[in-house]
Structures are given as C-alpha cells and as structure tokens.
C-alpha cells in the first residue's frame, strides 16, 4: 500500500506541522485529491494522492511537527480500510446480586476473572427518628465518587481576567527568529527622508484609465518605488550585496521583495528580474502577491532569494517606522501614509501630498554618507517620475 510522506519543503525546510486534514479515515479517495495541509515556516502547502483507493490509515495528527520524508497516512489502492481487528466478542457477565443499599453500586468483573464477594456498604447507621430531631446537623460526608466531586468554578467573563494560550504557527515562529536573528547579526541604522508625491499623484490620475484598460490593474504607489529603488541601487551597488564572513557578494541582477500582509504573518513574494519590468508587470505581480497571500497560495518558489525589500505600513495607516531587515539582504526601503502637509516651497507655504520614507542599512557594509544618498536618489525620482522613463 503506497505511504503519504511529507514531501521535499524546498531550500533550507525540513520541518512541517499538520494543519488540517481535509480526508478522514476510511474515505475515498482519486489521484489528485488533496489530502492534508501542511504549515511550513514559510507557506501552507497541500499534500495530494498520487493514485486512487481509500485512506486506509492516519499516522500523524493535527499539530504533529513531521519531517520531509515522514509518513503522514497509507492509501490503500484496493479499495478497503484497514483497521484494527475488532476483539472477541464475550459473554455478558452475570449481573451482581443486588446490593442491600441502593447507594452502593457495585462493579461488574472483568471478562474471565471471578468477581469477588460484595463489600460491606461504608454507610453509617442512621440515627432513629428522635435522635436525629434532635442531633446538630453534620457537616456531608464527601463522596468518594469522581462523578459526585462538583468541578472547579470557571471565571465570570465578566472578571476580565481570562486568558487564552496559543502555539504559534510555524510562519510567526520564523517570522521572531529572523527579526532576533537580524538584530543580533547586523549592525542595523535607519535614515529618513520625505517626498513630495504630487506629480506620482497627478501622473496616476491622468493615465489610469489608460494604465488599467491597457494593463488590467490599476497604476499603484509601490511600482514606482520599484523603480526609483532599482535605479538607486545601480547607482549604490553596495546596497544590492550581501555579506558573507569576510567577503562582499554583489549581485548584479535586481530581484525585489515587496512584503505583504496575510493572516499568518507577512511574506515577501519576490519581483524577480524586475529591472526588465515595466510598470504594467510590475503591477500584475505585486496585486498576484497580495491576492494569492490571502487565500494561502503563495508557493515556496515566490518567497526564495531577493536583493533589496520594499515594505509599505502606509496602507495600514503608518506614518513613520523603522523597518527590520530581510537577512542576508542589507537593505530595505520603508514607505507610509501620504498625508497632506504644510511645506515651504520658493518661498511660500503651500500644502502637498507628503510621504516619509525610511531606509535600514546594514552599517558593517554600507557607511551612513551612501545610505543618505540612497534615499535622496529614491526621493529625486519619485519626485520627478519623468527621470524613471529614461531608465527603460
């Protein structure tokens, strides 16, 4: 009978967790059908039947952590459930002789043993009728009985002292060691610039419906950031490497993470070659991103490598943060709320669509004069999106 095994997780996964099973035991099933979903520090995959019959047996439940190669379950092609043989059937064992106190319950014997001799009841000789009247109360006798013993008092919800304990997925478990990992490891800095995105703003307004009927999506903030940060990182490689011991590996292609947001935590699906994408593409992939990490179809392949990240806390309300690097990368470019300010501009006081933008650097690599010219570089783009035309 063929095994379900945890199959390969990809680069640098060994290790799963059990999500849910979407067959049970005995069921039927055709080559094909999704059988268990597992949890990977990354994504949630499905695990499918290589071939017809019934889900003869379940080896590993909901919550196992498994290991690539693992058994999960057994299908067995011929079409019957194995289980368990059922035990001998016994005879009915002989009902005890009724007990003279209807409080004492009596055990019957276990199959093939001889039942002992009944106990004497532990029953205390009730007063007579005068007596009693006339005797203090006692305090009851606790029962010796599980099923008497009254189970402890639950907290009113209306305490507010209730608290709940939850295991972490395998995502939030990857999501904390990388975040510790890169605060132990890198030398981490953060500067910060602000842009005027009135002319990003006034270009998307004149060409969107141009852009959506063309492109079918609409044109966003983030695919000029995309670009602005590509043409930046040409000009300051150093912020495309990546440190390796002693050694600086600078890349010289230009895979982009754009983070998004899922109920598990945030990934960072990659831009691959997205200096050789034009803005329509650009679009595409980032709004596949974000639709396919909600319904949890984001595959390992999406997630693997990246150069330099770009995250936006601006579509969550933020205006201003420090984000975290993406290790190995070095760095990564923080986007926010665009929010109407009061700026000085030739002299006078006018109001703008403002953005603050924050870049994390890695300091062991990149000195604090780069990473600043980085960010004006970002800034001196976005502001005039005419200059990201002639990078094509």
Known sequence: ?????????????????????????????EAGDPLVELETEKVDLEVRAEQAGVLSRIDRNEGEDVKVGEVLAVIDEAGAATSAPAPPAEAPPAEPPASPDPAVKEDPPAPGRKAAAPRAPKAVEPLPPTEASQAAPAAPRPSTSAQDIPPAPKPAASEGRLEERVRMSKRRQTIARRLLEAQRTAAMLTTFNEIDMTSVMDLRARVKEQFK?????????????????????RAFPKLNAEVQDDEIVLKHYYDIG?????????????????????????EAGIRSFSSRATEGTLTLEDLRGGTFTITNG??????????????????????HKIQDRA???????????????ALTYDHRLIDGREAVQFLVAIKGYVEDPSRLMLEQ
């Open 1 to 29: 009978m063929p095994n379900i095994v945890v199959p390969q997780l990809g680069e640098s996964i060994v290790e799963a967790r059990v999500a849910r099973w979407l067959k049970k035991q005995g069921d039927r099933v």
């Open 343 to 357: 700026v000085a501009l030739n002299g006078a006081v006018v109001v703008r669509p403002m953005m603050f933008v």
């Open 213 to 233: 009927e063309r492109h079918g999506a609409s044109l966003g903030i983030v695919s000029f950031f995309v670009k602005a940060s590509i043409a930046a990182l």
């Open 258 to 282: 754009v983070a998004v947001g899922s109920e598990g935590g945030l990934v960072v699906p990659v831009l691959r070659d997205a200096d050789r994408m034009g803005f329509g593409e650009i």
């Open 314 to 335: 601006g579509v969550f309300g933020s205006l201003l943060s420090t984000p975290i690097l993406n290790l190995p990368q070095v760095g990564i470019l923080g986007l």
